[in-house]
């Protein structure tokens, strides 16, 4: 301690001072190094993430595509949706003279 100008106690003191300072400087330099290790976990991360919404619809570009799609759907089904349709009374009155017309023909022929 022969190169210390202040007392022994004194140089004590400036010896921890300084071990704890430089303590504190490699732990900033191990907190720095950690920091950019997460930084650049995160950057890597944001890329997977913007790769990942690049596969995304967004919701501009599907709302328009939704309503063309619903419009034709409700088109193709909107005959299945309807009530059956009422019998044509007029194909039935045809059909049934045609059977009357050909039971009197069978009888014409059968009695002869």
């Not at 419009?71 to 949706?81: F, N």
């Not at 309807?82 to 045609?98: L, M």
Request: hydrophobic share 45%; net charge neutral.
């Amino acid at each position: 301690m022969d190169n210390c100008p202040i007392n022994e106690t004194g140089c004590q003191m400036k010896a921890a001072f300084n071990e704890r300072f430089n303590g504190m400087d490699r732990a900033a330099v191990l907190k720095a190094s950690e920091i950019d290790r997460r930084l650049d976990e995160l950057n890597d991360l944001r890329k997977e993430v913007i790769i990942d919404r690049m596969t995304l619809v967004n919701k501009e570009s599907f709302d328009p595509w939704k309503a063309v799609v619903n419009e034709r759907l409700t088109k193709l089904m909107t005959p299945y949706d309807q009530k059956p349709a009422k019998p044509n009374w007029t194909a039935i009155v045809v059909v049934a003279i045609g059977i009357l017309n050909l039971g009197v023909l069978i009888l014409h022929y059968v009695r002869g």
